[in-house]
């Protein structure tokens, strides 16, 4: 028996055979072509109104002066949009500095704008930002806000390291992605770098600019750049309309949670998913059910706020969806949550020896301590039976004779 890492998860590339832990996974993954990635004109624009802002219409004024693009340059600019090119226009590091013939002294552009990975520490830069987007964007008191907090969520991934495959050495781990303009911190990604994927875990930033947008924008750019190939973006819950905005990265990838094949995300699976609360495509084509007729705004994705109005934490998902109305927690069978197999059909299906548990470096066997299923103690999501019995019906009998909990 094998556990499942957080590592294993990510690194990997879209295959039928990729198998995920929990249920959220199992039904949302989502992931992002990078090197087949097209921006859609509202990301272009977002990119063009943002570098002239940094780069200021004196400069441009004068850089076309002093240091003109050729006319085969030009053409190409106008008839396509290089998004690697474009998205690091305006950093500080590529900004041509020629020398005023005036002033004998190199032009510079409005504003400085740097872009730097950094290792996942704690700052006390990055957690003013952080404070800041939790009160004004996720309306947070600042009781529930704190060093400590922010450590714990956005500080603890993965080590830092370097990988070689193939002969070529990629980064690996846990970092920050910092954006400063004039010297002033105002977004920060939360990146997991995996052996072929940028993983987006969080994301905070200041709330002009579209930065969330640029950001996403930047990530695609470092999976291209850095050979990572893909990007993934978290979670993809249709419902949810703050999680809308992914669906306009393209071309992208929903894992189906039945056959664990990857299906492109495009208007006909939209369709499915704001047609039903529960969609496999592998079971709608066995059984021929056709997609609905839908309006434009469904197969666009949403025409709502900006990536960083709407938020990039998995977490904050949570704020979304129905809360229990009391402290009590309440049992996941009680839930309707799709694809969730019954008490009973866990008691058939999944045999509780097949439930095991690594604790002191040693493998238990829930069957050993819990002797049979008991259907009362299943529905008690406080007690090691129930907790149990919730992972089987999350994961189903197949999978999971191949993972083993580690406590």
């Given at each position: 028996?094998?556990?499942?890492?957080?590592?294993?998860?990510?690194?990997?590339?879209?295959?039928?055979?990729?198998?995920?832990?929990?249920?959220?996974?199992?039904?949302?993954?989502?992931?992002?072509?990078?090197?087949?990635?097209?921006?859609?004109?509202?990301?272009?624009?977002?990119?063009?109104?943002?570098?002239e802002?940094?780069?200021?219409?004196?400069?441009?004024?004068?850089?076309?002066?002093?240091?003109?693009?050729?006319?085969?340059?030009?053409?190409?600019?106008?008839?396509?949009?290089?998004?690697?090119?474009?998205?690091?226009?305006?950093?500080?590091?590529?900004?041509?500095?020629?020398?005023?013939?005036?002033?004998q002294?190199?032009?510079?552009?409005?504003?400085?704008?740097?872009?730097?990975?950094?290792?996942?520490?704690?700052?006390?830069?990055?957690?003013?930002?952080?404070?800041?987007?939790?009160?004004?964007?996720?309306?947070?008191?600042?009781?529930?806000?704190?060093?400590?907090?922010?450590?714990?969520?956005?500080?603890?991934?993965?080590?830092?390291?370097?990988?070689?495959?193939?002969?070529?050495?990629?980064?690996i781990?846990?970092?920050?992605?910092?954006?400063?303009?004039?010297?002033?911190?105002?977004?920060?990604?939360?990146?997991?770098?995996?052996p072929?994927?940028?993983?987006?875990?969080?994301?905070?930033?200041?709330?002009?600019?579209?930065?969330?947008?640029?950001?996403?924008?930047?990530?695609?750019?470092?999976?291209?750049?850095?050979?990572?190939?893909?990007?993934?973006m978290?979670?993809?819950?249709?419902?949810?309309?703050?999680?809308?905005?992914?669906?306009?990265?393209?071309?992208?990838?929903?894992?189906?949670?039945?056959?664990?094949?990857?299906d492109?995300?495009?208007?006909?699976?939209?369709?499915?998913?704001?047609?039903?609360?529960?969609?496999?495509?592998?079971?709608?084509?066995?059984?021929?059910?056709?997609?609905?007729?839908?309006?434009?705004?469904?197969?666009?994705?949403?025409?709502?706020?900006?990536?960083?109005?709407?938020?990039?934490?998995q977490?904050?998902?949570?704020?979304?969806?129905?809360?229990?109305?009391?402290?009590?927690?309440?049992?996941?069978?009680?839930?309707?949550?799709?694809?969730?197999?019954?008490?009973?059909?866990?008691?058939?299906?999944?045999?509780?020896?097949?439930?095991?548990?690594?604790?002191?470096?040693?493998?238990?066997?829930?069957g050993?301590?819990?002797?049979?299923?008991?259907?009362?103690?299943?529905?008690?999501?406080?007690?090691?039976?129930?907790?149990?019995?919730?992972?089987?019906?999350?994961?189903?009998?197949?999978?999971?004779?191949?993972?083993?909990?580690?406590?």
């Open positions: 028996m094998e556990k499942v890492s957080r590592l294993e998860l990510l690194s990997t590339k879209p295959d039928p055979t990729l198998k995920f832990l929990d249920l959220e996974q199992l039904i949302t993954n989502r992931m992002l072509d990078a090197t087949a990635f097209k921006p859609r004109k509202d990301q272009r624009r977002a990119v063009n109104r943002f570098n802002y940094v780069m200021g219409q004196d400069y441009i004024g004068l850089a076309a002066g002093l240091c003109p693009r050729t006319r085969e340059e030009k053409k190409r600019r106008r008839n396509k949009f290089e998004t690697c090119e474009a998205i690091h226009e305006a950093e500080y590091k590529n900004i041509k500095r020629p020398v005023h013939p005036k002033t002294r190199p032009i510079e552009p409005a504003h400085k704008f740097e872009i730097t990975l950094e290792p996942d520490h704690f700052t006390k830069e990055k957690y003013a930002l952080f404070a800041n987007y939790q009160k004004h964007v996720h309306k947070e008191p600042p009781s529930k806000i704190s060093p400590s907090g922010f450590k714990s969520f956005l500080c603890s991934g993965l080590g830092q390291m370097m990988y070689d495959r193939d002969g070529k050495e990629r980064t781990g846990s970092y920050h992605q910092c954006y400063r303009l004039d010297g002033e911190l105002v977004a920060m990604g939360v990146l997991d770098l995996m072929n994927c940028v993983s987006s875990v969080y994301h905070d930033s200041v709330e002009n600019w579209e930065f969330g947008k640029l950001s996403a924008l930047q990530e695609i750019t470092l999976a291209v750049e850095g050979g990572y190939n893909y990007y993934y978290g979670f993809y819950i249709h419902s949810c309309i703050k999680m809308r905005y992914k669906a306009n990265f393209r071309p992208a990838y929903l894992l189906d949670p039945e056959s664990y094949a990857w492109p995300l495009d208007a006909d699976y939209l369709a499915r998913l704001s047609a039903r609360k529960y969609v496999s495509l592998s079971r709608e084509r066995r059984l021929g059910i056709p997609a609905p007729t839908v309006g434009p705004d469904v197969q666009d994705g949403s025409k709502g706020k900006s990536h960083s109005e709407q938020g990039r934490a977490s904050a998902t949570a704020d979304d969806e129905d809360s229990p109305a009391t402290s009590t927690p309440s049992s996941l069978f009680d839930r309707n949550m799709p694809g969730i197999i019954a008490p009973k059909q866990v008691t058939a299906e999944v045999p509780i020896a097949d439930v095991h548990y690594r604790y002191g470096g040693s493998t238990i066997s829930a050993d301590v819990l002797g049979e299923w008991n259907l009362e103690k299943m529905k008690d999501p406080t007690s090691f039976h129930g907790f149990a019995a919730e992972f089987a019906a999350c994961v189903g009998s197949a999978l999971i004779k191949e993972i083993v909990i580690d406590l």
